[in-house]
C-alpha cells in the first residue's frame, strides 16, 4: 500500500501565509513528479505546482511568484510554501506523486486525501 498524507492547511487571513507537507510511505521503489493541485465545489481539479525528482518545477500562472514548491527525497516529501494569499486561493489541495513500487512497475499516479485552505477575513 501506498498513502500520502497531507497537513498545514487551515484558515488563514488575506496576504497571509500557510505551509503545505505531503509525506508518502508504503512501499514505494522510487517517485518521479510530486506536486499540488486543488480544487472548489463544481470545477475541476487544478494543477498548482509541480515538481520532478531532478528538480524541473512548474507553477499555474495564478500562483507564480506567491507559491513555492520543494521536496525532499530522502523523506518521499513535498511542500507548498503559499504566500500572499488571496480568497480565490480558497480550495481543497490534494497532493500527487507519480511512482513506482517495484523496479519494473509502470509509474503510477497517487492522491492524498486533501485538505481544506480558507482564506478569509
Known amino acids: 500500500q501506498v498513502q500520502l498524507v497531507e497537513s498545514g492547511g487551515g484558515l488563514v487571513q488575506p496576504g497571509g501565509s500557510l505551509r503545505l507537507s505531503c509525506a508518502a510511505s508504503?512501499?514505494?521503489?522510487?517517485?518521479?513528479?510530486m506536486g499540488w493541485y486543488r480544487q472548489t465545489l463544481g470545477k475541476e481539479r487544478e494543477l498548482v505546482a509541480t515538481?520532478?525528482?531532478?528538480?524541473?518545477?512548474r507553477y499555474a500562472d495564478s500562483v507564480k511568484g506567491r507559491f513555492t514548491i520543494s521536496r525532499d527525497n530522502a523523506k518521499n516529501a513535498v511542500y507548498l510554501q503559499m504566500n500572499s494569499l488571496k480568497p480565490e486561493d480558497t480550495a481543497v489541495y490534494y497532493c500527487?506523486?507519480?511512482?513506482?513500487?517495484?523496479?519494473?512497475?509502470?509509474?503510477?499516479?497517487?492522491w492524498g486525501r486533501g485538505t481544506q485552505v480558507t482564506v478569509s477575513s
Open positions: 500527487n506523486a507519480d511512482l513506482r513500487r517495484a523496479i519494473l512497475d509502470d509509474v503510477r499516479d497517487y
Open positions: 515538481i520532478a525528482s531532478r528538480g524541473r518545477i
Open positions: 508504503g512501499s514505494i521503489f522510487s517517485i518521479d513528479t
